[in-house]
Nanobody, 117 residues
Framework: QVQLVESGGGLVQAGGSLRLSCAVS????????MGWYRQAPGKQREWVAH???????NYVSSVKGRFTISRDNAKNTVYLQMNSLKPEDTAVYYC???????????WGQGTQVTVSS
């Protein structure tokens, strides 16, 4: 059974940093592109970043230069380092594994990130 367990969220002031982690089990982690997504109150879930098995990364324009996605295939974990946080980054953050660019796993519980102004 596939499990996606996100952690590392919290309350931070604007300009601060957080590092999110997502532990993955039940799939051959190294085979998959991994992505981070977020859902703000009243909005649809949106893609934030993804990283291929080889380490190639891509980001939504609103987080480029501030967020960094990385992965540790030995630990079956994907990370999202978030710097220079803004109030508009407030959301529940989720990870997932992708087929092509489509998330295919069952969504986990996510981790709440709240950025105060």
């Amino acid at each position: 059974q596939v499990q996606l367990v996100e952690s590392g969220g919290g309350l931070v002031q604007a300009g601060g940093s957080l590092r999110l982690s997502c532990a993955v089990s039940g799939v051959i982690f190294s085979n998959f592109v991994m992505g981070w997504y977020r859902q703000a109150p009243g909005k649809q879930r949106e893609w934030v970043a993804h990283i291929t098995s080889a380490g190639t990364t891509n980001y939504v324009s609103s987080v480029k230069g501030r967020f960094t996605i990385s992965r540790d295939n030995a630990k079956n974990t994907v990370y999202l380092q978030m710097n220079s946080l803004k109030p508009e980054d407030t959301a529940v953050y989720y990870c997932n594994y992708l087929l092509g660019l489509t998330p295919i796993g069952k969504w986990g519980q996510g981790t709440q990130v709240t950025v105060s102004s």
